[in-house]
Nanobody
Framework: EVRLVESGGGLVQPGGSLTLSCAAS????????MSWVRQAPGKGPEWVSA????????TYADSLMGRFTISRDNAKNTVYLQMNSLKPDDTAVYYC?????????WGQGTQVTVSS
């Protein structure tokens, strides 16, 4: 079955950096676009970033462009999200996603807390 396992979250100070990882299994990872979505407390899901199968094309939410970088290593079946200049508003649970067939798959998420 499709499995997505996020890791790398934690507590970070404003202005700091953090790199999230999502390890994928159960499908042909290199054949699928991957995305990151986050959900802040009391808010709905917010799309963060997406990356094409080869990694050649990346897209970002306008407010995050320039601070966040998505990448992938198809040999390791892993997608990454490098987050720089973090702000308290970035506090959220971060999920990676893949659409396979007619289904959208989510991992368990990893908590990112930006606080002094």
């Amino acid at each position: 079955e499709v499995r997505l396992v996020e890791s790398g979250g934690g507590l970070v100070q404003p202005g700091g950096s953090l790199t999230l990882s999502c390890a994928a299994s159960g499908f042909n990872f290199g054949g699928f676009d991957m995305s990151w979505v986050r959900q802040a407390p009391g808010k709905g899901p917010e799309w963060v970033s997406a990356i094409s199968t080869s990694g050649a094309t990346t897209t970002y939410a306008d407010s995050l462009m320039g601070r966040f970088t998505i990448s992938r290593d198809n040999a390791k079946n892993t997608v990454y999200l490098q987050m720089n200049s973090l702000k308290p508003d970035d506090t959220a649970v971060y999920y990676c996603n893949v659409r396979a067939g007619s289904s959208l798959y989510w991992g368990q998420g990893t908590q990112v807390t930006v606080s002094s």
